[in-house]
Nanobody, 115 residues
Framework: QAQVVESGGGLVQSGGSLRLSCAAS????????MGWFRQAPGKPREFVAT???????NYADSVKGRFTASRDDVKKMVFLQMNSLKPEDTAVYYC?????????WGPGTRVTVSS
């Protein structure tokens, strides 16, 4: 059974940086997409970034130029380097991984950016 677990969240001051990691397990077929979504208090979950199996990354407009997503297919991990963090980046960040016949979400890791 495919599973993913996030790590790396925490409290950081505005302008600071954090690096999130997500480790996948139980996946025996290919991974098409690995990415990140987030949910702020009282708001719906929103797209942040994804990395396709060709290495191409896509980003939400709100994080372009500040966040960088990358993946390691050997280790089955995806990362999110977050720089120039803003208070509006405060949210629970969720890892999403999908491939042929499966899609899985992690339990989330909380990121809090203080002003």
């Amino acid at each position: 059974q495919a599973q993913v677990v996030e790590s790396g969240g925490g409290l950081v001051q505005s302008g600071g940086s954090l690096r999130l990691s997500c480790a996948a397990s139980g996946i025996t077929t290919s991974i098409v997409s690995m990415g990140w979504f987030r949910q702020a208090p009282g708001k719906p979950r929103e797209f942040v970034a994804t990395v396709a199996n060709n290495g191409r990354a896509n980003y939400a407009d709100s994080v372009k130029g500040r966040f960088t997503a990358s993946r390691d297919d050997v280790k089955k991990m995806v990362f999110l380097q977050m720089n120039s963090l803003k208070p509006e980046d405060t949210a629970v960040y969720y890892c999403n991984v999908w491939g042929p016949g499966y899609e899985t979400w992690g339990p989330g890791t909380r990121v809090t950016v203080s002003s």
